[in-house]
């Protein structure tokens, strides 16, 4: 496909288990960010890969979050023993490693911890 | 660390009229990119303009023309002819030359300004 994909686009789990959304970027798009956006909330920035490294995992908000990038393409980010604050939309985005690349999002998962 | 302001968490706006979205960010850096990103209900992030930190003239894209303050770090968005297809979450963010060995640009966003449109 032509653009960033997501899956899956909803994801409804029982609090404590575990989930795991996956990010299919671009094709040539080295950079991959992943944000969290809460209800009518702002974007809160999760972890960042350039290439399978990530160089800035700060936003990662516990341990309980782990996020993956395999040859360079296509991103898994984890969520051990989910907590009902963990419901929100996450968003995946790519780029090219350009800084005049704007970044293309996907749709997003909304993920209900219940 | 680099911030982005938007202080404006709501607007509205007339169909056919004029409205200003204002950002402000904080940063040392001399060169960057900002970008305003449109989120419409369907949660579909999508680029509307960008102005390169370099470049004195005002980006344009259609209505969509901004005016960037580069010395009072201020980037603020002018939708012409407002649309009821403007009506969106509006982002602006920014985006940082490359830092350390990996080349890494953060890319940091705004709160966000919900604009409404009356018909």
């Known amino acids: 496909g032509a653009g960033v994909s997501q899956s899956p686009s909803n994801k409804v789990t029982e609090k404590g288990k575990d989930v795991e959304l996956r990010c299919d970027p671009i094709?040539?798009?080295?950079?991959l960010y992943w944000y969290r956006q809460s209800l009518g909330q702002g974007l809160e920035f999760l972890i960042y890969?350039?290439?399978?490294?990530?160089?800035?995992k700060s936003g990662l908000p516990s341990d309980r979050f782990s996020a993956e990038r395999t040859g360079g393409s296509v991103s898994t980010l984890t969520i051990q023993r989910t907590q009902q604050e963990d419901s929100a939309v996450y968003l995946c985005?790519?780029?090219?490693?350009?800084?005049?690349?704007?970044?293309?999002f996907g749709n997003g998962t909304r993920l209900t911890v219940t | 660390a680099q911030t982005v302001t938007q202080s404006q968490p709501e607007m509205s706006v007339q169909e056919a009229e004029t409205v200003t979205l204002s950002c402000t960010y904080d940063?040392?850096?001399?060169?960057?990119?900002l970008f305003w990103y449109k989120q419409p209900p369907s949660r579909q992030m999508i680029l509307v303009i960008r102005?390169?930190?370099?470049?004195?003239q005002n980006a344009t894209e259609n209505r969509f023309s901004v005016n960037f303050q580069k010395a009072a770090k201020s980037f603020s968005l002018k939708i012409s002819d407002s649309q009821l297809g403007d009506a969106a979450m509006y982002f602006c963010?920014?985006?940082?030359?490359?830092?350390?060995?990996?080349?890494?640009?953060?890319?940091?966003f705004g709160t966000g300004t919900k604009l409404q449109v009356i018909p």
């Open positions: 985005a790519s780029s090219l490693h350009v800084m005049a690349s704007p970044l293309h």
């Open positions: 094709s040539g798009h080295t950079a």
């Open positions: 890969f350039q290439g399978n490294s990530a160089p800035d």
């Open positions: 940063t040392s850096e001399s060169d960057y990119y």
């Open positions: 102005q390169e930190a370099y470049k004195q």
């Open positions: 963010a920014y985006r940082s030359p490359f830092e350390g060995p990996g080349g890494y640009q953060k890319v940091t």
